[in-house]
């Protein structure tokens, strides 16, 4: 029955593979293949991490919620502290969506005829790296915020070790979908930053325009608005309120950034390039 299962699960999985690469094709992603292939890889390394991030975390939890007394906010922030989920994914995901970016960053100036080499040393890419540096902080935050939550209401009522057992397997932070979510942002972002970088070294492209696919999951009206937008390739887009260079900015709020399908065209100095 095992065998079975995960055999009916691997062939869910193939399917949902297919409609990725479907779905990034439809909204107008270049470079689809490299692009499936990263998410998937990052999204395996990710999800490994979240399911030893689960086992830790429940020995965690209940050992807490086993005490004679309510423990106080504080020890159960500095328990959490032992997980070691932000250091396996600052050294198991974060090269993986550095060098995205950089292998994207090639192709787009190949696709762009652009012969400026990267330049690790860029603002820009520092902004990056100072972004990939603390993505970790930022979902274990999320992750840290609910388990403390749990843990104090499983003193209420009598709920106990069982109960909060039971919640634990509900949460969404040790999810595959939070893995694939998680993967498919972050690629999708690296390909927009490096595709923002190649167009700023090359001095054909003067321009840059905002494109938003309809029909894919639930489309943001800010974003759908923006569509067909063309600026100046060092001007910001203005999305909901906030200022942007590019789709998944890191200057975005993940309101505007996670699940996001908009991609760019280039504008060149005498015509329009589509399919940038």
Same mark, same amino acid.
């Given at each position: 029955?095992?065998?079975?299962?995960?055999?009916?699960?691997?062939?869910?999985?193939?399917?949902?593979?297919?409609?990725?690469?479907?779905?990034?094709?439809?909204?107008?992603?270049?470079?689809?293949?490299?692009?499936?292939?990263?998410?998937?890889?990052?999204?395996?390394?990710?999800?490994?991490?979240?399911?030893?991030?689960?086992?830790?975390?429940?020995?965690?939890?209940?050992?807490?919620? /086993?005490?004679?007394?309510?423990?106080?906010?504080?020890?159960?922030?500095?328990?959490?502290?032992?997980?070691?989920?932000?250091?396996?994914?600052?050294?198991?995901?974060?090269?993986?969506?550095?060098?995205?970016?950089?292998?994207?960053?090639?192709?787009?100036? *190949?696709?762009?005829? #652009?012969?400026?080499?990267?330049?690790?040393? /860029?603002?820009?890419?520092?902004?990056?790296?100072?972004?990939?540096?603390?993505?970790?902080?930022?979902?274990?935050?999320?992750?840290?915020?609910?388990?403390?939550?749990?843990?104090?209401?499983?003193?209420?009522? #009598?709920?106990?070790?069982?109960?909060?057992?039971?919640?634990?397997?509900?949460?969404?932070?040790?999810?595959?979908?939070?893995?694939?979510?998680?993967?498919?942002?972050?690629?999708?972002?690296?390909?927009? *930053?490096?595709?923002?970088?190649?167009?700023?070294?090359?001095?054909?492209?003067?321009?840059?325009?905002?494109?938003?696919?309809? #029909?894919?999951?639930?489309?943001?009206?800010?974003?759908?608005?923006?569509?067909?937008?063309?600026? /100046?390739?060092?001007?910001?887009?203005?999305?909901?309120?906030?200022?942007?260079?590019?789709?998944?900015?890191?200057?975005?709020?993940?309101?505007?950034?996670?699940?996001?399908?908009?991609?760019?065209?280039?504008?060149?100095?005498?015509?329009?390039?589509?399919?940038?």
């Amino acid at each position: 029955m095992d065998e079975e299962l995960i055999q009916k699960a691997l062939a869910i999985k193939k399917e949902e593979d297919k409609e990725l690469a479907r779905l990034l094709k439809l909204a107008g992603f270049l470079f689809v293949d490299e692009l499936v292939k990263q998410i998937l890889e990052i999204e395996d390394a990710l999800d490994e991490i979240l399911q030893i991030d689960y086992e830790q975390s429940a020995e965690l939890a209940e050992e807490l919620a /086993s005490k004679d007394k309510k423990p106080l906010k504080t020890v159960i922030v500095l328990a959490l502290s032992a997980r070691i989920f932000k250091s396996e994914m600052a050294k198991k995901v974060n090269p993986k969506l550095k060098l995205s970016f950089l292998t994207l960053y090639e192709k787009f100036n *190949g696709k762009y005829k #652009g012969d400026e080499p990267h330049n690790p040393k /860029s603002r820009h890419f520092k902004e990056i790296e100072r972004w990939l540096k603390n993505l970790p902080k930022l979902m274990d935050l999320t992750t840290k915020n609910n388990l403390v939550n749990l843990i104090q209401k499983s003193y209420e009522d #009598g709920k106990g070790v069982k109960w909060l057992e039971r919640e634990l397997v509900k949460l969404s932070e040790f999810s595959r979908s939070r893995a694939r979510t998680t993967s498919i942002t972050e690629v999708l972002r690296m390909y927009s *930053g490096s595709q923002y970088e190649s167009m700023m070294n090359n001095p054909n492209i003067v321009g840059k325009e905002w494109r938003h696919t309809s #029909g894919i999951k639930e489309p943001r009206e800010a974003h759908g608005k923006a569509d067909g937008e063309i600026i /100046s390739k060092d001007d910001y887009f203005i999305i909901d309120g906030e200022r942007c260079r590019y789709p998944r900015d890191p200057k975005l709020s993940p309101g505007n950034s996670i699940q996001c399908h908009c991609f760019m065209n280039p504008v060149l100095a005498n015509k329009f390039t589509k399919g940038g």
